[in-house]
């Protein structure tokens, strides 16, 4: 509940009381798990680069406002520019689907393609 909470945007003072009346784990607690969670998942991700076979790794970088609805009068948001990372290994893929060169072969050629109607 405490992990819901704090991603969700609750601040510490909510967490303790949550858990000063047993609803919630403290807010250490709640650190100690994140910590654990992100630990298991760099394990996760690199067992998966060191294995064998072809994989896939996708970035996307994201802008989370922090606080947006307990503005001040100044009306300045703070903001966490992030980048997320997502590894995908590829299983049953034809042979040739990785090669570079047929690929680089149809550059150019956007100009000549006709809709497929």
């Given at each position: 509940?405490?992990?819901?909470?704090?991603i969700?945007?609750?601040?510490?003072?909510?967490?303790?009381?949550?858990?000063?009346?047993?609803?919630?784990?403290?807010?250490?607690?709640?650190?100690?798990?994140?910590?654990?969670?992100?630990?298991?998942?760099?394990?996760?991700?690199?067992e998966?680069?060191?294995?064998?076979?072809?994989?896939?790794?996708?970035?996307?970088?994201?802008?989370?406002?922090?606080?947006?609805?307990?503005?001040?009068?100044?009306?300045?948001?703070?903001?966490?520019?992030?980048?997320?990372?997502?590894?995908?290994?590829?299983?049953?893929i034809?042979?040739?689907a990785?090669?570079?060169?047929p690929?680089?072969?149809?550059?150019?050629?956007?100009?000549?393609a006709?809709?497929?109607?």
């Open positions: 509940m405490g992990l819901f909470l704090w969700g945007g609750a601040n510490k003072h909510l967490i303790s009381v949550l858990n000063s009346i047993g609803l919630s784990s403290l807010y250490w607690t709640v650190e100690r798990l994140k910590g654990a969670l992100m630990d298991d998942a760099i394990r996760h991700m690199q998966l680069f060191c294995s064998e076979g072809p994989s896939m790794t996708v970035f996307d970088n994201i802008n989370v406002y922090l606080r947006k609805f307990e503005q001040h009068l100044t009306n300045w948001n703070s903001m966490l520019s992030l980048t997320n990372i997502a590894i995908i290994k590829l299983q049953d034809q042979p040739g990785l090669a570079l060169q690929l680089l072969d149809m550059q150019g050629n956007r100009s000549k006709t809709p497929g109607i």
